[in-house]
Each structure stands twice: as structure tokens, then as C-alpha cells.
């Protein structure tokens, strides 16, 4: 069993920054590929980023390139990810939710395998 946990988020102003982490655990030797998805009331949960488990590709929603960027951390055997989330935009408002997959994450959640319990992040203008 696969645990995925998220942590931070929160309330911020416009043009503010936020970073929400996600620690997923339980497998021991397990390569997981980890991203974000997001969901805002009334749409469909969407991609933002993802990492590869080596850390060395990342890809990103059109919306958030070039203010937001994931990161990962292996030390340890734990598979930790990081979204840092910079000029924030009430736009931006949404549960973000955790991903991981047993191969790379693509722009739609067909490869997730594992979701996070999700983290509200609020963007107030």
C-alpha cells in the first residue's frame, strides 16, 4: 500500500508565493514519477507539473510555466516532491492534488496510480 501525503498550501495574496510538498511512502525501492494535478470549483481536475523519478525532466501546464517549478527529493528512500508556486493569481485557486505513477505523468491522469488527499491553495486579489 502507497501512501500519498501533501502538506502546505494555504492563503495568499496575488503575486505571492506558496510551496506544498507530497511525501509518498510505502513501497520500498518503488521509482514513482510524481506531479500535481488541480481542480477549481465547477472544472475538471487539471495537469500543472510533473517529474520524472531521476529529477532530470519536468514538464508544465502552459499556465504555470515560468512561475511555478517542481522538484523532487530521493534521499533516503523517501519520494518527496516539491511545488514551488510563485506570482500567484486568483486564477491559481484550486485543491492541488498530489500524483504518483509507476511511469511518467503525462497531462492527463491516466498513468496516476496514487492520488494525495489534495491541499487547498487560495489566491485572494
Known amino acids: 500500500q502507497v501512501q500519498v501525503v501533501e502538506s502546505g498550501g494555504g492563503l495568499v495574496q496575488a503575486g505571492g508565493s506558496l510551496r506544498v510538498s507530497c511525501a509518498a511512502s510505502g513501497r520500498t525501492f518503488s521509482r514513482f514519477a510524481m506531479g500535481w494535478f488541480r481542480q477549481a470549483p465547477g472544472k475538471d481536475r487539471e495537469f500543472v507539473a510533473a517529474?520524472?523519478?531521476?529529477?532530470?525532466?519536468?514538464?508544465?501546464a502552459d499556465s504555470v510555466k515560468g512561475r511555478y517549478t517542481i522538484s523532487r527529493d530521493n534521499d533516503n528512500a523517501k519520494n518527496t516532491a516539491y511545488l514551488q508556486m510563485n506570482s500567484l493569481k486568483p486564477e491559481d485557486t484550486a485543491v492541488y492534488y498530489c500524483?504518483?505513477?509507476?511511469?511518467?505523468?503525462?497531462?492527463?491522469?491516466?498513468?496516476?496510480?496514487?492520488w494525495g488527499q489534495g491541499t487547498q491553495v487560495t489566491v485572494s486579489s
Open positions: 500524483a504518483v505513477g509507476y511511469r511518467r505523468l503525462g497531462a492527463t491522469p491516466i498513468d496516476v496510480a496514487y
Open positions: 517529474i520524472t523519478w531521476s529529477g532530470g525532466d519536468t514538464s508544465y
